[in-house]
């Protein structure tokens, strides 16, 4: 079991430019969750599917931010028009029923996105 | 909504001695609360859990936690910290029945001397 797959590990873009980041979750998890972490505000929720279906995207900026899952074995998350301020580290995570709160949710190592 | 707080954002310790780090939730119904550690590098791993039941969950490499309703808290313990226990440790919390995003506290850095 490789984990939960997250590519690109490191970023750098340019403020105005677009950055698409992937995330591969386990092998039969129905639920995907996207997390951000900087220092400042720690790990904040940005959106979740369930069997490929956007449930909750209430963490997600408003703006310049959209998240897809086209299928099951992989989602996206893509920023339009980076700002330093998107600088951080992206999570992804995955669990394998989504009907409970008790499960677990198994993150990869992330995508740290430096916006110069 | 849910919040989580750990009031300690570091805390260092002996190698061999105890460790405690606090967490306090803030949520009116039932939270379904976890530990997770982030070591250097690394991405966050699940230490141990609580879901409604034994109110002391036994989790990996010797760690535990007790929840108490009254106080709504989810303190971590270990009773002999090792040299590879240095690593951030963050409380999160889930409410009801279904899945969704954790609220997550700010976390706790845990360095380890000799």
């Known amino acids: 079991n490789a984990g939960v797959i997250q590519t690109p590990r490191h970023k750098v873009t340019g403020k105005g430019q677009e950055a698409t980041l992937w995330c591969e979750p386990i092998s039969g998890h129905s639920a995907v969750f996207w997390y951000r972490q900087t220092i400042v505000q720690g790990l904040e929720f940005l959106t979740y599917?369930?069997?490929?279906?956007?449930?909750?995207d209430s963490g997600m900026p408003k703006e310049r931010f959209s998240a897809q899952m086209p299928n099951q074995s992989h989602s996206t998350l893509k920023i339009q028009s980076t700002q330093p301020q998107d600088s951080a580290v992206y999570l992804c995570?995955?669990?394998?029923?989504?009907?409970?709160?008790?499960?677990?949710?198994?993150f990869g190592p992330g995508t740290r996105l430096l916006v110069l | 909504a849910q919040s989580v707080t750990q009031p300690d954002a570091r805390v260092t310790v002996s190698e061999g001695a105890s460790l405690q780090l606090r967490c306090k939730y803030s949520?009116?119904?039932?939270?379904?609360l976890f530990w997770y550690v982030q070591y250097p590098r690394q991405g966050l791993q699940l230490l141990l859990k609580y879901y409604p039941g034994d109110p002391v969950v036994q989790g990996v490499n010797g760690f535990e936690a007790e929840f108490s309703k009254s106080n709504s808290s989810f303190h971590l313990r270990k009773a002999s910290v090792h040299w590879s226990d240095w690593a951030v440790y963050f409380c999160?919390?889930?409410?009801?029945?279904?899945?969704?995003?954790?609220?997550f506290g700010l976390g706790t850095r845990v360095s380890v001397f000799p």
């Open positions: 995570a995955s669990s394998l029923d989504p009907g409970g709160a008790r499960d677990t949710q198994y």
């Open positions: 999160a919390v889930s409410m009801d029945n279904y899945a969704q995003g954790l609220t």
């Open positions: 949520y009116f119904g039932t939270p379904y």
């Open positions: 599917f369930r069997n490929q279906a956007p449930i909750d």
